[in-house]
């Protein structure tokens, strides 16, 4: 079973708030979850390893600590992912950008695909998938069953809000991908959008309705 790593880092869940709350217009809600992701990468990347390399500072010859190259790939989940990517990219700028164009029908509530476009390479890389949102998981779940057709190395999934009913699909479905989310809050309503959640995310990061 995967993982669920709640990030309640208290500027985090400041900035969630902010975003939780309806006057938030579109330019300071694309500030704040670009703000949130970078702090949101900062865990995701935690695990990732580092090696022993030998430098001088300005007073000795020492070994000190650096990644390893581990190559790495962003895929944010069109449209609303593109929200957290250059939030992400401010720590690890050399990774690689995929990406996946998904939307859910407003009817049947099912995921439908538009576009995919992943680094040739995919196959020797670690992705960070991201969508603000998981509600009913349908959208990220879609998203990895293509994703890993492509076979890469391992895939983190990262969202602002997760819904216990998209994190349960996402973990039976898919339990090899562990969820980092800023909060699991508590249901979905009929419309499938997350209670208390912050609405309709990419929505509000782009001001259309
Ligand atoms: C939103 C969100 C997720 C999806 C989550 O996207 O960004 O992709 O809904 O819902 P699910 O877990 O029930 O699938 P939306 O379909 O509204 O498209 P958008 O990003 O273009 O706004
Ligand atoms: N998509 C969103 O943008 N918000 C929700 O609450 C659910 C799905």
Known sequence: MSEVHIIDHPLIQHKLTLLRMEET?????????????????????????????????????????????????????????????????????????GHIGLYRDPETLKPVEYYCKLPPDVNERELIVVDPMLATGGSAAAALDFIKKKNPLNIRFMC???????????????????????????????????????????????GTR
Request: net charge negative.
């Open 25 to 97: 217009g579109p330019k300071e809600f694309r500030e704040l979850t670009d703000e949130v992701s970078t702090l949101l990468a900062y865990e995701v990347t935690r695990e990732l390893p580092v090696q022993e390399v030998k430098i001088e500072t300005p007073l000795q010859k020492t070994t000190a600590r650096m990644m390893s190259g581990k190559k790495l790939a962003v895929v944010p989940i069109l449209r609303a992912g593109l929200g957290m990517l250059d939030g992400i990219l401010k720590l690890i700028p050399t990774a690689r950008v």
């Open 160 to 206: 602002l809000v997760a819904a216990p009913e998209g994190v349960d699909k996402l973990q039976q479905e898919h339990p090899d991908v562990d969820i980092y989310t800023a909060a699991v809050d508590d249901r979905l309503n009929e419309k499938a959008y997350i209670l208390p959640g912050l609405g309709d995310a990419g929505d509000r990061l782009y």
